[in-house]
Nanobody, 119 residues
C-alpha cells in the first residue's frame, strides 16, 4: 500500500532553517503530484506547497513564498521542503500528501512531523 513518511522536523530558532523530507513507497512516485500541508494547534490544516510529477511546476501559499522551497527527487522517491527565515507562526505539524490527479483532493497522507520555531 501507499506509505508516506516525513522526517526532518525539530526545534529551531526564529530566522533559522530546516529541511523536511517525505519518503514515498507503494506507488510510482514519478507519476504523482505531491504537496506539503501544515496544521498548527487550534487551527485547520492549510496548504503550504505543491509540486507536479516532473518537478517543473511548483506553487506556494502566500505565507511561505520566498522562504520555502519544495523539490523532489524521483530517483529516490522523495520530496523535500527547504524552509528558511522561519518564524514562530510556522510552528505546526507538517504533513506530506500525494494525489494522482492534477487537481482535487489528496489521496494519501503521511503521519506528520513537528516543526517548532522559538522566538
Amino acid at each position: 500500500q501507499v506509505q508516506l513518511v516525513e522526517s526532518g522536523g525539530g526545534l529551531v530558532q526564529a530566522g533559522g532553517s530546516l529541511r523536511l523530507s517525505c519518503s514515498a513507497s507503494g506507488l510510482t512516485f514519478s507519476r504523482y503530484n505531491m504537496g506539503w500541508f501544515r496544521q498548527a494547534p487550534g487551527k485547520e490544516r492549510e496548504f503550504v506547497a505543491g509540486i507536479n510529477p516532473s518537478g517543473a511546476i511548483t506553487n506556494y501559499a502566500d505565507s511561505v513564498k520566498g522562504r520555502f522551497t519544495i523539490s523532489r527527487d524521483n530517483a529516490r522517491n522523495t520530496m523535500y521542503l527547504q524552509m528558511g527565515s522561519l518564524k514562530p507562526e510556522d510552528t505546526a505539524v507538517y504533513y506530506c500528501a500525494t494525489r494522482r490527479r492534477l487537481i482535487g483532493e489528496y489521496d494519501y497522507w503521511g503521519q506528520g512531523t513537528q516543526v517548532t520555531v522559538s522566538s
